[in-house]
């Protein structure tokens, strides 16, 4: 099984995440922030990986510290669980509808850690969640996952549906990306390493 626990803690978050990458989309997840909590349930529902959050945060501050930390503690899991990379399809793209919305991401587990996001037309805030934050959580993550990531939002008119498009791409993107493939020998690259 690919997994890993973490545990981080610093002046601003305590953060407990457990990632299995071979699972079935059990999440139990409880961040304080309520959507957040939403889009990473979905996540893992439509990614099909099992995940356990749990985070105390700086509220008081705002939402940003919780949001990013939570990033970043989920790519150092996934950079762990994914182990060497032997035998994954390395690669994924998906576009997933959400009633009025379209989200396009692809996936590279190259080893590189760069993103494109390519979100426009959000509302500054979905209830009490501060809608820029999606962006720092991709970033935390991309960067400890080391991977890249190009989401791009081709149109959409609630923020929360969009919002949501692109979680569960990003869910279903991990999922194709990280899915051991019979026909691939080794690690994917004709550098032999990511």
């Known amino acids: 099984m690919r997994q890993r626990s973490i545990i981080r803690k610093t002046t601003e978050t305590a953060i407990e995440l ?18 957040l ?6 996540m893992t529902k439509h990614g099909l990986f099992d995940m356990t959050v749990a985070c105390d945060g700086d509220l008081e501050v705002d939402q940003h510290h919780s949001v990013e930390d939570i990033g970043i503690v989920l790519g150092q899991a996934f950079d ?44 500054e805030k979905v209830g009490t969640f501060d809608t820029e934050l999606v962006e720092e959580f991709f970033r935390g993550f991309v960067n400890h996952a080391k991977l890249t990531l190009h989401i791009n939002l081709e149109y959409g ?17 991990l999922n194709e990306a990280t899915r051991k493939n019979p026909q691939i020998n080794g690690i994917p690259s004709t550098k032999g390493s990511l």
């Open 18 to 35: 457990e990632l299995c990458l071979d699972g079935t989309g059990i999440a139990k997840i409880n961040t304080g922030i309520g959507f």
């Open 37 to 42: 909590d939403h889009m990473l349930t979905l």
């Open 80 to 123: 762990d669980a994914i182990g060497t990379k032997e035998g994954i399809n390395r690669y994924a793209a998906v576009t997933t509808p959400m009633d009025e919305a379209l989200s396009r991401l692809s996936l590279d587990i190259s080893g590189r850690p760069y993103l494109v996001y390519r979100v426009d037309g959000l509302k």
């Open 157 to 173: 008119t609630n923020s929360h549906h969009m919002i949501e498009s692109v979680f569960k791409g990003f869910g279903r993107a």
